[in-house]
Structure formats: structure tokens, C-alpha cells
């Protein structure tokens, strides 16, 4: 009874987006579930429950755990459902990380495998998040010695000139999210030990020029405002034991003067070497809220 109540959610929400789903009708009548429909629609819907039942004990069902278990049995892969939850990383706060998604848990497969991986996708996938999760294992465990992240700064709006401070305090705006999530999984004090020890590099991308940079797991975040020369230079810093994370929005170019964006050039232009993989997270891979979701699709169409 206990696995039917999860499977169902607060206020039945989840049972209610099934059926929209699969354009089914599901009933509980004592103690079974009816489930009525199309055949085919039926057949899904009984496999899609199924196997939410038999995780109901140890996943918390919702709707993007339910869209994951619907997009794997469209694609024949349940088996790999287990690969998909496993978690990854355990942050400074003891809670266990794990893809969400399907194209979460590729991108991360991406990771591990490849020494560098292009993560191309809106707002609220979890692009840099994973890639700061995976970055700080890698760290840990000894397989690098450093890591460093790094974002071009380049004004979205705002004006570098008119804020306050030096270079430093110009450009903390741009690299607030990676410290944020760096202190996340290490935890202020160990943080700011591996901050001033050099183990942990955040910087401008501006910085990287002229160096070999080895030994390190590098992430460069909203690389959609690179140009094609920044884009070269900071790839070919990649020296031996380094892995290269690029994340980056498409939709979201802040380069002036319409120029090309070295995001979008490296991804064609790279997308058929060996150990190099190009993920294209979408809509469906959002996890910050239900609402930012909607608001990606809207802004997909109106631009379409």
C-alpha cells in the first residue's frame, strides 16, 4: 500500500501526469490499480507503473523521475535505468547527486569516458552543476591534482566599467555560480583551503592564455560567449591527465556584433574525433522548476 502512495504523489499529482502522459485512466479500487484505455496505450502504461512500484521503496517518484522510466522504455533501454541513478557524487551536506534525466545521465557517461566534452543545453540542466560534482570526485580521488574553472567575461547587459573594485571584484558576478558550486560539494573551510593553496583555479578565460595546464579536470562555463580564437586557445591549454569540460546555452549568445560564437563553431567543426563528445542537453533535461521549463520551450518556439 506504502509503494502505491509514493507511485501516486501528494494530491495524486503523480498518477494525474501519467495519465495525461499516456493518455490513459487509472483507478485504485481496493487495493488494485485499473488502468483503461487504447490497448497500446494500456500496455505502456502498465509497464511504465510496474516499474515505478518496484523502485517506489527506494526513489522518490515525480515527474521527472516518471518522464525518465517513459523515455527509456521508448528507447527499449530499462536495464540501463539502474546505471542512471546511481549516484555520482556526495556533496559537503552528505546528499547523495545522480543524473535526473536521461540526457543528465548520457552527459555524465560522456564525461568519464572522453577527455573532452562539449554539455550544450538551456538554463537549469545541470550542465555545470554535474560537471563541478564530477570535478571535485575526480579530486579526491586523486585523478587530478587541480581543478579549474574559468567563463569569458563578457557583459550580458551589465557594464564591467561601472562596477566597483579591481579586475578581481569586476569579474567576481561572472564566476559567482562556480564558486557557489565548488562550496557546495567541498564545503566552505575545505574550499577556501584548496582556493588558497592553488588547488582549486577560478578564473577568467582570459587568464588561461599562454599556459599548459595538466594533471587538472578544467570546465569552462557559459561558452557560448567565447569567440572562435578564445575557443582554440583555451582547448589547446590541454595538457597530459586533463580532462575538459564546455558548457554553454545557445540560445543565450551575448557576443556583440553578431559574431560567431566559438561554442557553436567547435561543435561542428570537432564533432567527429575520437575523445571527443558533443551532448545536446533540451527541455526535457531541465530540473531547476516545472515553470523554467516552460519558459524554455515558450522562448524555443517563438525563436523557431
Known amino acids: 500500500m506504502q509503494d502505491q502512495i509514493s507511485l501516486f504523489g501528494m494530491h495524486d499529482a503523480n498518477i494525474k501526469y501519467i495519465k495525461k502522459r499516456l493518455n490513459v485512466n487509472v483507478k485504485l479500487i481496493d487495493e488494485h490499480l485499473l488502468i ?42 530499462l536495464d540501463s535505468l539502474a546505471d542512471f541513478t546511481q549516484t555520482i557524487a556526495i556533496n559537503a551536506k552528505g546528499k547523495p547527486i545522480s543524473a ?23 538554463a537549469g540542466t545541470g550542465k555545470t552543476y554535474l560537471a563541478v560534482a564530477l570535478a571535485a570526485v575526480a579530486f579526491k580521488n586523486k585523478q587530478v591534482d587541480k581543478i579549474i574553472l574559468t567563463r569569458p567575461a563578457v557583459e550580458a547587459g551589465e557594464k564591467l566599467g561601472f562596477l566597483p573594485g579591481d579586475l ?50 578544467i570546465i569552462l562555463d557559459e561558452a557560448q560567449n567565447t569567440t572562435k580564437e578564445q575557443m582554440k586557445m583555451f582547448l589547446t591549454r590541454m595538457g597530459e591527465g586533463s580532462k575538459i569540460v564546455v558548457t554553454g546555452d545557445v540560445t543565450q549568445i551575448d557576443l556583440p556584433n553578431k559574431e560567431v560564437s566559438g561554442l557553436v563553431h567547435a561543435t561542428h567543426i570537432l564533432k567527429d574525433i575520437d575523445n571527443i563528445s558533443i ?14 521549463q516552460a519558459i524554455v520551450d515558450a522562448y524555443s518556439n517563438s525563436e523557431r
Open 168 to 217: 578581481g571584484a569586476k569579474v567576481d558576478p561572472y564566476l559567482r555560480p562556480l564558486f557557489d558550486a565548488l562550496q557546495e560539494m567541498f564545503g566552505l573551510d575545505t574550499y577556501a583551503k584548496l582556493l588558497e593553496r592553488g588547488a582549486i583555479e577560478i578564473a577568467p578565460l582570459a587568464y588561461m592564455r599562454g599556459r599548459t595546464l595538466s594533471n587538472a579536470f
Open 36 to 77: 483503461s484505455g487504447d490497448e497500446e496505450c494500456v500496455d505502456k502504461a502498465k509497464r511504465v507503473i510496474e516499474e515505478l512500484l518496484s523502485r517506489a521503496k527506494s526513489q522518490n517518484i515525480n515527474k521527472v523521475f516518471i518522464d525518465l522510466v517513459i523515455d527509456l522504455i521508448d528507447q527499449d533501454d
Open 279 to 292: 551532448i545536446h542537453l533540451s527541455s526535457k533535461d531541465v530540473v531547476r522548476s516545472e515553470l523554467v
Open 100 to 122: 535526473k534525466t536521461l540526457g543528465q545521465a548520457k552527459y555524465i557517461s560522456a564525461i568519464k569516458k572522453n577527455s573532452i566534452v562539449f554539455g550544450v543545453g538551456p
